[in-house]
């Protein structure tokens, strides 16, 4: 469930690359979180219609195999794996337009490898950042298996995700006269909910799956020094 939500942050990634992102970036943010939003729903209302709620875990990640399947015959089901996979080749192209954006800005931060700030000279595009993420994700698709896979990603997204908004706080207390080109709703009760619900699930991803949630915190841990040692050479 988190995964069908998890690129509701992506636009902040690329926000200096979009026009009049005092107005376009919040936009995006609103109507992209509520289309998922939609969409989940309307989704999940299917797989209720097709089949009881009593056999959801015996189907696992063929839930939405099997509802076609009920739903318009097995000719169709197969017409939807196809489709399943235009999606899934979507979602990932998005991946590639945000998460290099990550790393390049840290390298020109003077946090990362200088070279992950490096620009392609025609296409303008972190060229070397986005090589490196393709490799490491190769490197993980390769080793795991699925159910590993979105315990030890979806781990790292939740993580850094309460981080990232517990960091609006910090920002407030540290800088409150700096310039904020538009003002999140609910604040500050709806940024402590997000932090608190990130830490819950965090907790119960270490309580339930101690071996891959504790392999992704080491990984991230792993990372400590190098961000230290970096800030410090700056």
């Not at 009881?52 to 794996?81: H, K, M, S, T």
């Not at 790393?103 to 070279?115: E, K, P, S, T, V």
């Not at 609910?186 to 101690?210: C, D, K, M, Q, T």
Request: some cysteine; glycine content about 8%.
């Amino acid at each position: 469930m988190l995964f069908s939500y998890s690129g509701w942050n992506a636009a902040a990634y690329v926000s200096e690359e979009i026009r009049d992102p005092e107005k376009n970036v919040p936009r995006a943010l609103l109507m992209g979180t509520g289309i998922v939003v939609v969409i989940y729903l309307a989704l999940n209302m299917v797989y209720i219609y097709a089949m009881p709620l009593a056999e959801f875990p015996n189907q696992a990640l063929r839930i939405g195999d099997v509802a076609v399947e009920r739903l318009f015959g097995p000719g169709v089901a197969g017409a939807w794996a196809a489709a399943s996979i235009v999606m899934i080749v979507a979602a990932i192209s998005a991946m590639v337009l945000a998460g290099p954006r990550i790393y390049y800005a840290m390298a020109r931060d003077g946090l990362f490898f200088a070279a992950a700030g490096r620009v392609h000279p025609r296409f303008r595009t972190p060229i070397v950042a986005i090589a490196a993420q393709a490799c490491w994700s190769s490197v993980l698709v390769l080793t795991g298996a699925f159910d590993q896979l979105v315990e030890y990603t979806g781990f790292g997204v939740v993580l850094f995700a309460g981080i990232a908004v517990f960091a609006v706080f910090v920002l407030r207390r540290r800088r409150p006269l700096e310039h904020r080109p538009f003002r999140a709703w609910g604040y500050p009760l709806a940024p402590l909910f997000f932090v608190v619900a990130s830490l819950l699930i965090v907790v119960n991803a270490l309580r339930e799956s101690p071996a891959t949630s504790g392999a992704g915190l080491l990984i991230i841990g792993l990372g400590a020094p190098f961000y230290f040692l970096w800030r410090w050479r700056n």
